[in-house]
């Protein structure tokens, strides 16, 4: 247990509909980064925030967007759904940007888009 | 730009038999390398790290792995499986001092026979 937990666990969706993903960061971590991890790949990097801010961003169209809360907690929001968005979404928290915290995963949303 | 390439994609062996996972990165500056573990329908576990100094790094469940700059591989091994080591393997690489994006390899599945 992490202490990282994702909302919904899993849901499905028809395509061109919008979709919010919840997560809530381990107490005192201050730093959230989203994965998608597609079918039998490995996750790929949407983008970080650190408090409240965006912090990097990966190889994703403007339809993917975020936001952190006061209380650190986040949500990746995605328009205008597409088939190919279906796949395993993953948060992650740290204490801080940087490779010497260790950052803890959530279970994962599991995203079917039909 | 930076790579990761995890040259099996599964990997069956027998239990109380070694295994060896590899690992290769690309990377034009210095990186911090890390495995992770992912059970079915669960998210990343960190299984080890590697920030800095000695080159062998171990983890508590008796893997290891090995940094090797000039041949740049992160290699895991187990010297003996076990049953529970059935998972999905993932070798990940973060620049340093350019935020916290992780950037992972395909993973390895790894089968574990009695």
């Known amino acids: 247990e992490t202490g990282v937990t994702q909302s919904p666990t899993h849901l499905i969706k028809t395509r061109g509909q919008q979709v919010t993903l919840r997560c809530s960061s381990q107490?005192?971590?201050?730093?959230v980064s989203w994965y998608q991890q597609a079918l039998g790949q490995g996750p790929q990097f949407i983008f970080q925030?650190?408090?409240?801010?965006?912090?990097g961003r990966g190889n994703f169209p403007p339809r993917f967007s975020g936001l952190q809360f006061p209380n650190y907690s986040s949500e990746l929001n995605v328009n205008a759904l597409e088939l190919d968005d279906s796949a395993l979404y993953l948060c992650?928290?740290?204490?801080?940007?940087?490779?010497?915290?260790?950052?803890?995963f959530g279970q994962g949303t599991r995203l079917t888009v039909v | 730009a930076q790579s990761v390439t995890q040259l099996d994609s599964q990997v069956p062996v027998f239990e109380e038999a070694p295994v060896e996972l590899r690992c290769n990165y690309s990377?034009?500056?210095?990186?911090?390398l890390f495995w992770y573990v992912q059970y079915p329908n669960q998210g990343l576990q960190l299984l080890l790290k590697?920030?800095?100094?000695?080159?062998l790094v171990e983890s508590i469940n008796g893997f290891e792995a090995e940094f090797n700059k000039s041949q740049t591989s992160f290699h895991l091994r187990k010297p003996s499986v076990h049953i529970s080591d059935t998972a999905e393997y993932f070798c990940?690489?973060?620049?340093?001092?350019?935020?916290?994006?992780?950037?992972f390899g395909g993973g390895t599945r790894v089968l574990v026979k009695p």
């Open positions: 992650a928290s740290s204490l801080a940007y940087g490779g010497n915290t260790e950052a803890f």
């Open positions: 107490s005192g971590h201050n730093t």
């Open positions: 925030y650190y408090r409240e801010e965006e912090n």
């Open positions: 990377s034009s500056v210095s990186v911090y």
């Open positions: 590697y920030l800095s100094g000695s080159t």
């Open positions: 990940a690489v973060l620049r340093r001092a350019a935020g916290n994006k992780l950037t």
